[in-house]
């Protein structure tokens, strides 16, 4: 039997259930007591520990509910299991269809996280994520606005995409890259919007720079900017977007074998730029920038990139924040407007032009990793990437996506996916195109 949860705004008994207490229960419900502006916050860690004292069944009823209330309380209570059922209650039609996208796109994404490698391959990840647009698509009779292609491993090598396939040739799963567009206005020659380009390493080793085993249990989630893009995309779609977006996904296996690249490696890319693989663990930034290259051609309105890039941007804002970087000072803001209409935490780190001196290599014309003795190591990743973006000073921005999977769980997450970033990125697509 479901328990019934309620809002309060009423303060809870001090003398039965303590100090600032958010919870209380009766005979049949729990009763979330409510502060002002702490409420999406309060609810989602009220929702985290009925979850960890075992409830598995909810119902949300009584008055004060609304989409965002609720959305809080289902990304408390979602687990990696899916072993719980949520039953909202009525709302508005407009609101009811918000927090049903919302749901739909967030539990694509933090599931095809949570996946284990064995399951979500390159070439699944590729495939799962094209059919999920494609489904969002059609919930608005947009179907035959979605077009995509896989390259596979062949053609990847032919087509000189070498960063991609370098990182992959280790791998018994080949990698491969998916190239999707959406185009709802029906026009070939109508302009792109934004191009979106995701890290998909679907599982990460390290290479011959192996990891060690505590910080290799969680490379399941090392696609997880491919999943953020293609959930935000969806959502985009699913609320209404109605211009043109490319999707563009670097999917790999980073492993080790007699295949596998090696330090010291030189990668030629189509844009002329020559790397020298000083990290077999720097792997991400080397597939994006087969990404970057593609969707620079795009002459986009705007660039996004995300990652599960560094080390170095977890450390800064833990898994609390997803980094930001970017020199376009006004997408910056557009972004941080997007994160505060969509109650989401982001934060800006630097990337300035220094940076791209902070990365050279005796053999090619940069290294994929820093080459200072203390560097900062999520900036000159960015550094890295912007060699294969033109006008890196514009229209650009890299998201390293530092609070993308939750290794434990905590009071506001269940360990794993936490599916953070989709409502920003969705909404940051629908207001550009309003610009």
């Not at 040739?169 to 026009?187: A, E, H, Y």
């Not at 995701?198 to 696609?223: A, E, Q, V, W």
């Not at 989709?422 to 697509?429: D, E, G, K, M, S």
């Amino acid at each position: 039997m479901a328990m019934e949860i309620k809002l309060s705004n009423q303060v809870a008994n001090e003398q039965i259930w303590g100090k600032n207490a958010i919870l209380s229960f009766t005979e049949t419900s729990a009763i979330i007591h409510l502060k002002p502006q702490e409420n999406l916050i309060l609810i989602q860690k009220a929702a985290r520990k009925l979850r960890n004292q075992g409830i598995k069944q909810a119902k949300l009823t009584g008055e004060g509910w609304n989409w965002q209330y609720c959305w809080a309380f289902q990304q408390g209570f979602y687990s990696s299991k899916q072993e719980y059922q949520l039953t909202f209650p009525d709302l508005p039609k407009l609101e009811q269809r918000q927090l049903t996208n919302l749901v739909d796109c967030s539990q694509f994404t933090r599931e095809i996280i949570n996946l284990p490698a064995t399951v979500i391959t390159p070439e699944q990840l590729a495939q799962r994520a094209a059919q999920f647009i494609t489904q969002q698509a059609e919930k608005v009779n947009q179907s035959r606005a979605v077009k995509y292609h896989i390259l596979n491993n062949d053609q990847l090598h032919r087509q000189g995409y070498l960063g991609i396939w370098n990182v992959g040739k280790g791998s018994v799963n080949p990698p491969v890259m998916l190239q999707l567009d959406f185009n709802p206005t029906g026009d070939e020659q109508a302009p792109v919007l934004a191009s979106l380009v995701g890290k998909g390493i679907t599982f990460d080793s390290g290479g011959y720079s192996l990891k060690p085993s505590n910080s290799m249990d969680t490379m399941r989630s090392d696609m997880g900017g491919a999943a953020l893009l293609t959930g935000a995309l969806g959502l985009a779609i699913a609320q209404g977007l109605k211009q043109r977006v490319k999707l563009y996904l670097c999917c790999a296996e980073n492993m080790v074998s007699s295949h596998a690249f090696k330090l010291g490696d030189i990668i030629e890319y189509r844009n002329g730029v020559s790397v020298e693989v000083l990290n077999t663990d720097a792997e991400g930034r080397l597939v994006l920038a087969d990404g970057l290259i593609d969707a620079d051609k795009d002459n986009a309105k705007l660039m996004i990139d995300c990652a599960t890039l560094t080390g170095a941007a977890k450390v800064a804002v833990g898994n609390d924040y997803h980094s930001v970087l970017t020199m376009d000072d006004k997408l910056a803001q557009a972004l941080f407007t997007a994160a505060e209409q969509s109650n989401e935490p982001f934060w800006r780190l630097p990337f300035a032009e220094r940076h791209r001196g902070q990365i050279d290599s005796a053999f090619a014309d940069i290294a994929n990793v820093g080459s200072v003795p203390v560097g900062a190591g999520a900036s000159t990743a960015t550094a890295f990437l912007s060699y294969f973006v033109q006008n890196y000073q514009q229209h650009w921005l890299h998201i390293d996506c530092s609070a993308t999977f939750c290794k434990s769980g905590n009071a506001l997450w269940a360990a794993g996916a936490t599916g953070l970033g989709i409502q920003t990125l969705a909404t940051l697509l629908l207001n550009q195109q309003g610009d």
